[in-house]
């Protein structure tokens, strides 16, 4: 049992390329998140997903686009990287208590971390 | 507008003695709470959660305290132990699917 993984742990970008985080969990947890942290700012959400084939916007969505095709895969992508997207990416995932549809999760279980340097 | 605020980026605590970690919120409709653990190049870890409905919960030497009308909580830790210096995020929720994290706080216990 892996939890959840992420790929990958570290990458360096030039501006204006682009990449995709891939983020996968094996606990059959039905919601996943994308948090970027940086210094002084905590983790802040990127975008979520409630179940495979759904995703939604967090407080920091600009410059990211994500995809859940498969309820253990949750992709971050940037089209066109930024010096500002310099960070490092957390995924997340958990699962309702009370089962699915519920408003409070269970705890959230977070990977290690992809550490991302845009030159 | 931060809705989570923790005011103190560092403490440091003698051994066995108490560590208090502080949180303050400004949203009052966030009824779920939670304490998370982090060390150097890991993913945060769940440490302790409270619901709006109880003002006190406990596990083990990790306590949280939850004074709604003040909107604060804070986590308490006896006695500190050396491998409790990480930093420390609280987290809230108000009946969504999302949680909005505070800034954290380096807690450094000295042996």
């Known amino acids: 049992n892996a939890g959840v993984t992420q790929t990958p742990k570290f990458r360096v970008l030039k501006t204006g390329q682009s990449m995709t985080l891939l983020c996968a969990q094996d606990m059959n947890h039905e919601y996943m998140y994308w948090y970027r942290q940086d210094p002084g700012m905590g983790l802040r959400l990127i975008h979520y997903s409630v179940g495979e084939g759904t995703t939604a916007k967090g407080e920091v969505p600009d410059g990211y686009n994500v995809s859940r095709l498969k309820k253990q895969n949750f992709l971050l992508g940037l089209e066109s990287a930024a010096p500002s997207q310099t960070s490092v990416y957390f995924c997340?995932?958990?699962?309702?208590?009370?089962?699915?549809?519920?408003?409070?999760?269970?705890?959230?279980?977070f990977g290690p971390g992809t550490r991302l340097l845009v030159l | 507008d931060q809705q989570v605020k923790q005011n103190s980026p560092s403490l440091s605590v003698q051994e066995g003695r108490i560590s208090i970690l502080n949180c303050d919120y400004t949203n009052s409709m966030f009824d779920y709470f939670l304490w998370y653990k982090k060390y150097p190049a890991e993913g945060p870890t769940f440490l302790i959660s409270i619901s709006s409905i109880k003002d006190k919960n406990e596990d083990g030497r990790f306590t949280v305290f939850l004074n709604k009308s003040a909107k604060h909580l804070s986590l308490h830790i006896v006695p500190s132990q050396p491998g409790d210096s990480a930093v420390y995020f609280c987290?809230?929720?108000?009946?969504?699917?999302?949680?909005?994290f505070g800034t954290g706080t380096r807690l450094k216990v000295l042996a």
């Open positions: 997340a995932s958990s699962y309702p208590l009370g089962g699915a549809g519920g408003p409070h999760q269970e705890t959230q279980y």
């Open positions: 987290a809230a929720s108000g009946g969504t699917y999302k949680y909005i």
